[in-house]
């Protein structure tokens, strides 16, 4: 980083520095690592050496001590040695839509969407909309909004997949508990370098915006629909006022598409066991169960229970994430066989 050719290389600096980050908590772990060993190597020639008895009681103390954590210091560095997800520093595009259930589905992604919102603003991340269909009754039929800040792909990429809430809806006056659903897709945002799209490949569309927005949404055409005819993926952004804005977004959602599309494809090539989360199979199974009966909420590929649904819907996402971050570390710990 200080090569005076690297230095006057904005992108290059930016590139270097983000690698360093990322290599710090493995360097700092393996020196901690071989200072223990070599406290260890120390403390157990001073008991050979045959000291004083009291001496060599307290290194006996401080070497059992200091064995026990060498196993502790050991899981954290094979823990920082596991490959890490490239995308794990981007910001996120997420999508979510109401899934069965009728009307109820659609309050639950609304619900969904206010959690997740809550939870990257308490982080101090930036979070904006950039498509929403709303339903009649308060819900969201589908809403797909940025979140900005680092790590955000760290962090939300657990939530790709089925959600399943079980509770007696707004709409429901007998007092039965309802069955229904939404679905979540997490993408990580994509630079414009790192996917290249051909303009003559676009379809662009300008249309007059709906729902919520105010009345110059229906004035004027300012929304945009973009379709990308070599693969057939269409995005949408009218959430802006402005037709420019809503273009560069609805161009950020594309590249998002392209760029999960193409990751699918190199990751089958390598292992359909190492799939990634996003995008893969497994967004069509059940990934969390909310049963607000009962107050629980069960995440089905950790198998962990957690408890207190109102503050978890109010944002306090945290507990789960930092759960499913230790059951991905303890997943490719035992496909490491370590």
């Given amino acids: 980083m200080a090569d005076p050719e690297v230095v006057v290389n904005y992108e290059k600096v930016q590139a270097l520095a983000k690698e360093r980050a990322s290599l710090e908590e493995l360097v700092n772990i393996a020196r901690n690592y071989r200072l223990l060993l070599e406290e260890i190597a120390d403390l157990e020639a001073l008991i050979q050496e045959g000291t004083e008895p009291e001496l060599a009681q307290m290194a006996r103390e401080e070497l059992e001590s200091n064995r026990a954590f060498l196993e502790t210091v050991t899981l954290s560095l094979r823990t920082a040695l596991l490959p890490k997800n490239p995308n794990d520093q981007r910001d996120v595009i997420i999508e979510i839509r109401a899934g069965t259930g009728g009307d109820e589905a659609g309050l639950f992604a609304r619900d969904l969407y206010r959690a997740y919102s809550r939870y990257a603003q308490n982080r101090g991340w930036e979070v904006d909309v950039m498509d929403a269909n709303p339903s009649e009754v308060g819900g969201f039929n589908k809403i797909v909004f940025e979140v900005q800040g680092q790590g955000a792909f760290s962090r939300f990429k657990y939530e790709s997949g089925v959600h399943r809430v079980q509770r007696v809806p707004e709409t429901e006056a007998q007092g039965r508990i309802h069955t229904s659903t939404a679905t979540v897709a997490v993408l990580p945002e994509a630079d414009e370098v790192e996917v290249k799209v051909n303009d003559g490949d676009l379809r662009i569309d300008i249309f007059h915006a709906g729902g919520h927005g105010g009345q110059n949404v229906n004035k004027v055409a300012t929304a945009v629909r973009i379709v990308h005819e ?49 995008g893969g199979a497994e967004r069509a199974e059940k990934i969390r169960t909310y049963n607000y009966p009962q107050d629980r909420v069960t995440d089905h590929r950790s198998g962990t229970t957690f408890h207190g649904i109102p503050r978890l819907m109010d944002g306090y996402w945290g507990d789960i994430i930092d759960r499913m971050v230790a059951w991905e570390e303890e997943r490719l710990l035992a496909e490491a066989g370590v």
Wanted: aromatic fraction near 2%; glycine fraction near 2%; proline fraction near 2%.
């Fill in 230 to 278: 070599p693969s057939g993926v269409t995005v949408v952004c009218q959430d802006e006022r402005s037709q420019h804005k809503n273009k560069q977004r609805a161009m950020a959602m594309l590249r998002a598409r392209l760029f999960e599309a193409e990751q699918e494809r190199h990751d089958a090539e390598i292992t359909q066991a190492r799939r990634s989360q996003v």
